[in-house]
């Protein structure tokens, strides 16, 4: 099969015969788009369609290409992705991305929920309270980075810089890592993705590299998802953020 009829397949099979653009068509550039998205990038690894989906999803969401999150939010849907699960990718996404971007993605991911009847399957997903945040975030940050490690950056800290230390532990470990639905493999593969997605933050995406291989994903994995991001983030992002995961597992 040629990889204009893997293209061909792989958008008939995610979108339904929907047109690849948003209401406009230039039929160029939609060709080239469209043929690398699903005919190489989407063809590359051995993600499964419900990991392609959420990767996109938290590209989009980390670059605020809001125009086009219904579309693929339906899509996701279509490929198996429950709208809690998808709901999840969205909020997972927040600590790193900043809480606005994924109001607006939110926004977007109800559309496609009501257009496809789903919802009011909706549900929440909180696991804390404010008088475990702290604690239960602080333990998954432990578990994920290692309880000497983080012991010792929080120690260390200055004393203007603690109450972020904090923030950190209750609110990006304890808000978001402990909530249900998604599996902590996935959501260090999603906290990477939206990373390298923001660009610029090498020091943090070598540390949610390693995270991803402590919590049992593989170098493989994590060079799979950044394969299915790349179309959305293009090349610098692309090889930036494969040099960190290079630095972490000892291949250049």
């Known amino acids: 099969m040629s990889r204009t009829q893997k293209a061909n397949e792989n958008f008939e099979k995610w979108f ?23 005919g190489d990038a989407s063809e590359h690894g051995a993600l499964s369609d419900k990991q392609r ?6 590209t989009l969401t980390a670059s605020g290409t809001y125009e086009v999150l219904e579309k693929y939010a339906s899509a996701a849907l279509r490929a198996g992705v429950s709208a809690n699960e998808i709901r999840e990718t969205l909020i997972h996404c927040t600590p790193y991305v900043g809480m606005e971007k994924v109001n607006l993605a939110l926004k977007e991911a109800y559309k496609a929920f009501e257009k496809a009847g789903v919802a009011d399957t909706v ?8 008088n475990t945040r702290f604690s239960e975030g ?6 994920i980075f290692g309880k000497d490690n983080i012991n010792n950056m929080r120690d260390s800290a200055p004393q203007e810089t603690k109450h ?13 890592y402990t909530r249900k639905t998604l599996d902590l493999k996935m959501r260090e593969l999603i906290t990477f993705c939206a990373i390298c997605t923001l660009g610029g933050c090498e020091p943090q995406a070598k540390a949610h590299a390693a995270a991803n291989i402590s919590v049992g994903n593989t170098r493989e994995m994590l060079i799979d998802a950044i394969t299915q991001c790349l179309p959305f983030i293009g090349f610098p992002r692309t090889l930036n953020a494969i040099s960190c995961i290079d630095s972490v597992t000892s291949q250049n």
């Open 123 to 130: 549900t929440d997903q909180g696991t804390v309270d404010e």
């Open 16 to 38: 339904g015969g929907e047109t690849f653009t948003n209401g406009y068509t230039d039929a160029e550039f939609e060709s080239i788009a469209k043929n690398f998205l699903w």
């Open 164 to 176: 972020i230390q904090d923030y950190l532990s209750a609110y990006c470990f304890g808000d978001f």
């Open 138 to 143: 602080l333990a998954v940050q432990q578990q």
């Open 53 to 58: 989906a959420i990767v996109i999803l938290t």
